[in-house]
């Protein structure tokens, strides 16, 4: 059993910037190497010859920046009670409760590396979004955090940004919080193997990272998923490239092989869709039991990777999926929020250098708020909740019941519906743009609103830092012209082209209603004839003016009919519209009217494919 290891007084704190209690870095080089051959002994077997030393690693991924413990649907874990057998919603996460979960967790240093799997920050709650992500960055420090690979997230503030958390120094714009106190950067490694400066070819960031345990080198490297442009904004991801995931991962395997590093673990940030959403659901020897982009990249790794961790999905599981060589691997994610931690136990092989891959054992853990909560994490939201109070507790409006988007199941969404029809009503008048339409991409919308209250502001009152938390962007608002049949096309794209494999269904303003017929197969399943604005069918030659935010309008998220649109005009940001409709229809009184959810009908299954 793993016994506390280090409390939270053995850790640095984040103005310890040259004490590490971790494993020394050794040096990355970037030189063209060839595929090894990989030994797979069993672990009997390995045991007769060789000594063996143990390892485990911890691992997270899509933290988000949730310092505080989240709210709604996004702070909670599915699971089977076992004394009813049935399925209950158990409350998680927090940085204070996982910083104490990790703690209990790990065995002693020389034997234990905590990683992850990209999008630490980025999406985030106020608490920490206002100060550009710095309090996370040091509460990942705090924690323990040796690696990570990069997540699409990370930049959404762009390559100059993400270096900053990693080099440190203050913000080029807000510059420092607090007088005389300097942003130190990153303590862990931020790993980029497959992101790349268009002008000269070589990763933005380190592409793998190696350390020694036992005497054993280790190498991590680390890649976010190929279509991180797709859903990013354009200016976030300008002069980069992004390379192909499987492509990437085992060139640089080639090349930690030949460096003599024979353990190597993948940190990827892209991942998979398990048959059950229970956290601990087993899906099964051969992996049958889950799918998405994780699987087949997992089959064309090269075999000398002994473990992949991945994110991006939010999913959890801690699967198996078959190497090149049909040889069962060890795939896991942790959920997300910090609602999960993974405990990867293994073993090396201190002759040979290599992970005996048979040892591999792979769990998801909750973290419980049973737990008791680390001080110097409590420490932390409260020094950055006392300076972000002023802007994070002012209320904006009301609700009379939980308002659930990133909680909800449907195509259309109660909250959706909300942030939509702010979106109409705030560009509607003409010289604000005159829209018509208003349509609101599902992964923009981070979390629930909660009738409970989160602080002394009450129940049913909506707070700044809440609706911030639903839309962390600040994405500017556009209104173009599209026309009918561009309308259509933009509604087909939900399901065709590069989101045929994983649908994103738009949530779309009052008064446009169409039928998706989830009988049929991707562009097919939009049922033409039933496109409706206030009741009228859309004319395919006609004009219409239609609002969405910047990342949206621009094509993002697999929507290029978007980008096909003209007249641009720039409004406010979705921020402030969503809290001017807030304040505009709801009160004490009279809380917010929530939409009916009647403007999308579903013929057939798959209603909850996004």
Same mark, same amino acid.
């Given at each position: 059993?793993?016994?506390?290891?280090?409390?939270?007084?053995?850790?640095?704190?984040?103005?310890?910037?040259?004490?590490?209690?971790?494993?020394?870095?050794?040096?990355?080089?970037?030189?063209?190497?060839? %595929?090894?051959?990989?030994?797979?002994?069993? &672990?009997?077997?390995? &045991?007769?010859?060789?000594?063996?030393?143990?390892?485990?690693?911890?691992?997270?991924?899509?933290?988000?920046?949730?310092?505080? &413990?989240?709210?709604?649907?996004?702070?909670?874990?599915? @699971?089977?009670?076992?004394?009813?057998?049935?399925?209950?919603?158990?409350?998680?996460?927090?940085?204070?409760?996982?910083?104490?979960?990790?703690?209990?967790?790990?065995?002693? &240093?020389?034997?234990?590396?905590?990683? *992850?799997?990209?999008?630490? $920050?980025? *999406?985030?709650?106020?608490?920490?979004?206002?100060?550009?992500?710095?309090?996370?960055? @040091?509460?990942?420090?705090?924690?323990?955090?040796?690696?990570?690979?990069?997540?699409?997230?990370? %930049?959404?503030?762009?390559?100059?940004?993400?270096?900053?958390?990693?080099?440190?120094?203050?913000?080029?714009?807000?510059?420092?919080?607090?007088?005389?106190?300097?942003?130190?950067?990153?303590?862990?490694?931020?790993?980029?193997?497959?992101?790349?400066?268009?002008?000269?070819?070589?990763?933005?960031?380190?592409?793998?990272?190696?350390?020694?345990?036992?005497?054993?080198?280790?190498?991590?490297?680390?890649?976010?998923?190929?279509?991180?442009?797709?859903?990013?904004? *354009?200016?976030?991801?300008?002069?980069?490239?992004?390379?192909? @995931?499987?492509?990437?991962?085992?060139?640089?395997? *080639?090349?930690?092989?030949?460096?003599?590093?024979?353990?190597?673990?993948?940190?990827?940030?892209?991942?998979?869709?398990?048959?059950?959403?229970?956290?601990?659901?087993?899906?099964?020897?051969?992996?049958?039991?889950?799918?998405?982009?994780?699987?087949?990249?997992?089959?064309?790794?090269?075999?000398?990777?002994?473990?992949?961790?991945?994110?991006?999905?939010?999913?959890?599981?801690?699967?198996?999926?078959?190497?090149?060589?049909?040889?069962?691997?060890?795939?896991?994610?942790?959920?997300?929020?910090?609602?999960?931690?993974?405990?990867?136990?293994?073993?090396?092989?201190?002759?040979?250098?290599?992970? $005996?891959?048979?040892?591999?054992?792979?769990?998801?853990?909750?973290?419980?708020?049973?737990?008791?909560?680390?001080?110097?994490?409590?420490?932390?939201?409260?020094?950055?909740?006392?300076? #972000?109070?002023?802007?994070?507790?002012?209320?904006?409006?009301?609700?009379?019941?939980?308002?659930?988007?990133?909680?909800?199941?449907?195509?259309?969404?109660?909250?959706?519906?909300?942030?939509?029809?702010?979106?109409?009503?705030?560009?509607?008048?003409?010289?604000?743009?005159?829209?018509?339409?208003? %349509?609101?991409?599902?992964?923009?919308?981070?979390?629930?609103? $909660?009738?409970?209250?989160?602080?002394? @502001?009450?129940?049913?009152?909506?707070?700044?830092?809440?609706?911030?938390?639903?839309?962390?962007?600040?994405?500017?608002?556009?209104?173009?012209?599209?026309?009918?049949?561009?309308?259509?096309?933009?509604?087909?794209?939900?399901?065709?082209?590069?989101?045929?494999?994983?649908?994103?269904?738009?949530?779309?303003?009052?008064?446009?209603?169409?039928?998706?017929?989830?009988?049929?197969?991707?562009?097919?399943?939009?049922?033409?004839?039933?496109?409706?604005?206030?009741?009228?069918?859309?004319?395919?030659?006609?004009?219409?003016?239609?609002?969405?935010?910047?990342?949206?309008?621009?094509?993002?998220?697999? %929507?290029?009919?978007?980008?096909?649109?003209?007249?641009?005009? $720039?409004?406010?940001?979705?921020?402030?519209?969503?809290?001017?409709?807030?304040?505009?229809?709801?009160?004490?009184?009279?809380?917010? #009217?929530?939409?009916?959810?009647?403007?999308?009908?579903?013929?057939?299954?798959?209603?909850?494919?996004?």
């Amino acid at each position: 059993m793993p016994n506390a290891g280090r409390t939270g007084s053995d850790l640095p704190n984040s103005g310890s910037r040259n004490v590490r209690y971790r494993r020394a870095t050794l040096a990355v080089v970037a030189a063209a190497g060839l %595929f090894g051959t990989l030994m797979v002994p069993s &672990a009997a077997q390995a &045991a007769d010859r060789h000594k063996l030393a143990n390892l485990q690693l911890l691992a997270i991924n899509d933290f988000h920046g949730n310092l505080e &413990a989240p709210a709604g649907s996004s702070g909670t874990v599915k @699971e089977i009670d076992p004394a009813t057998g049935k399925e209950v919603a158990t409350p998680a996460g927090g940085i204070e409760y996982l910083a104490t979960a990790l703690r209990q967790a790990r065995i002693p &240093a020389d034997d234990s590396i905590t990683v *992850a799997a990209g999008d630490i $920050v980025g *999406a985030s709650p106020l608490t920490s979004a206002l100060f550009h992500d710095e309090p996370t960055i @040091e509460a990942m420090d705090k924690l323990g955090l040796d690696v990570t690979a990069v997540g699409n997230h990370e %930049f959404d503030e762009g390559a100059k940004e993400l270096l900053r958390l990693q080099n440190g120094g203050c913000h080029p714009v807000d510059g420092c919080y607090e007088a005389g106190r300097k942003f130190k950067g990153a303590n862990f490694n931020y790993l980029a193997a497959n992101v790349t400066n268009e002008k000269t070819g070589k990763p933005i960031l380190a592409p793998y990272w190696v350390t020694k345990s036992q005497g054993v080198k280790i190498g991590f490297i680390g890649a976010t998923l190929e279509g991180t442009p797709n859903i990013v904004t *354009a200016e976030g991801v300008k002069g980069l490239k992004f390379g192909d @995931e499987v492509e990437t991962i085992n060139k640089y395997a *080639a090349e930690l092989k030949k460096q003599g590093v024979n353990s190597i673990v993948a940190l990827i940030h892209e991942g998979g869709f398990p048959a059950s959403s229970v956290y601990n659901y087993d899906c099964g020897a051969a992996g049958q039991g889950i799918s998405g982009p994780i699987v087949d990249i997992a089959k064309q790794l090269d075999p000398a990777i002994g473990a992949i961790v991945t994110g991006h999905t939010h999913n959890a599981y801690a699967c198996t999926i078959p190497d090149p060589q049909g040889v069962p691997r060890s795939v896991t994610s942790a959920a997300s929020f910090g609602r999960l931690y993974t405990e990867i136990d293994l073993q090396l092989d201190k002759t040979t250098g290599t992970i $005996v891959r048979p040892s591999v054992r792979a769990e998801n853990h909750v973290v419980r708020r049973t737990l008791e909560k680390a001080p110097d994490m409590t420490a932390l939201i409260a020094h950055y909740s006392a300076l #972000a109070a002023p802007i994070a507790g002012r209320p904006l409006g009301y609700i009379p019941a939980d308002v659930n988007g990133r909680g909800s199941s449907a195509l259309e969404k109660p909250l959706g519906d909300v942030i939509a029809d702010a979106q109409l009503a705030g560009l509607a008048p003409a010289d604000k743009g005159g829209a018509q339409i208003a %349509f609101m991409n599902p992964g923009g919308i981070r979390s629930d609103l $909660v009738y409970k209250a989160s602080g002394a @502001e009450g129940d049913g009152v909506v707070t700044y830092g809440e609706a911030f938390t639903v839309q962390p962007f600040t994405n500017m608002m556009q209104v173009k012209t599209l026309t009918g049949a561009q309308i259509v096309q933009l509604l087909q794209q939900q399901l065709s082209g590069l989101n045929e494999a994983a649908p994103k269904i738009l949530q779309n303003s009052k008064g446009f209603t169409y039928t998706l017929d989830m009988r049929k197969a991707g562009a097919d399943r939009v049922v033409v004839d039933s496109v409706k604005l206030n009741g009228a069918p859309i004319d395919p030659a006609a004009s219409y003016r239609v609002a969405a935010n910047e990342f949206l309008a621009g094509g993002g998220d697999g %929507f290029p009919a978007f980008a096909a649109g003209t007249d641009k005009l $720039v409004g406010a940001s979705d921020l402030d519209l969503f809290a001017a409709y807030l304040g505009a229809n709801s009160s004490a009184a009279a809380p917010l #009217a929530v939409p009916a959810q009647d403007r999308i009908t579903i013929i057939g299954p798959g209603t909850d494919i996004d």
